[in-house]
């Protein structure tokens, strides 16, 4: 028996697909505001969002598949920003996504969901960290895992304390510090990489 094609254009099976993950992580988001992040299932998510649990594991492999896919877009330029000169535009906008949402981005950040959150983060630095040349290796330098782990779990720190509100600080500045934090530790913990004489992006 011949396998089954779509014989939709691509453009229209992509909208198709972008309107259901939306619609899936718009009804994830809702739920955790409505009961927090321990109660969500990917049953829940499906029903909110008007879709079968077969189409929701088509998408996602779990509620935290969901977070997490979630969230890289959205920490991936703060993690980045470690290699540049300045802090980069994207991560103010980051920040300024975090801003705007910030009862959600609590209850990420300092609830349950915390492990995935970090372990979000901490992914998208050691993709950063693998990006330096090599070889970078010294006596006591950590496993690059822990190096993210650190840098993540600081970050965090800042931004959930950030969100609270009692601060007054803009999201350009709290980009600025987590930039500056992020390079000073990233040159603590292995060393200044071979930077050109332009950025802090390593030569090739």
């Known amino acids: 028996m011949s396998a089954v094609t779509d014989s939709r254009p691509p453009e229209t099976v992509d909208r198709r697909v972008r309107r259901t ?20 299932t990917p049953a829940a998510i499906a029903a909110a969002a008007g879709v079968g649990r077969s189409t929701f594991y088509e998408h996602f492999g779990g509620v935290d598949d969901v977070l997490g896919q979630t969230l890289a877009t959205i920490l991936s330029p703060l993690a980045a920003g470690c ?6 535009e994207q991560s103010s906008r980051a920040l300024e996504h975090f ?3 910030r009862r959600l981005g609590r209850a990420l950040i300092s609830g349950p969901a915390y492990r995935v959150v970090l372990r979000a983060f901490a992914a998208e630095f050691e993709l950063v960290l693998a990006r330096l040349p090599g070889p970078r290796s010294r006596d006591d330098n950590l496993r690059p895992e822990l190096i993210a782990l650190q840098l993540a779990a600081g970050q ?16 350009a500045q709290i980009a600025r510090a987590l930039h500056a934090s992020g390079c000073a ?20």
């Open 185 to 204: 530790s990233v040159m603590a913990l292995i060393g200044p990489p071979p930077f050109d004489g332009h950025s802090r992006k390593p030569t090739r």
């Open 21 to 40: 993950r939306s619609a899936i992580v718009s009804a994830f988001n809702r739920l955790i505001l409505e009961g927090g992040y321990a109660s969500v």
């Open 156 to 171: 965090l720190a800042l931004i959930d304390a950030w969100l609270l509100g009692r601060s007054g600080h803009s999201p």
């Open 83 to 88: 290699l540049e000169d300045t802090a980069p």
């Open 99 to 101: 801003w705007r949402n």
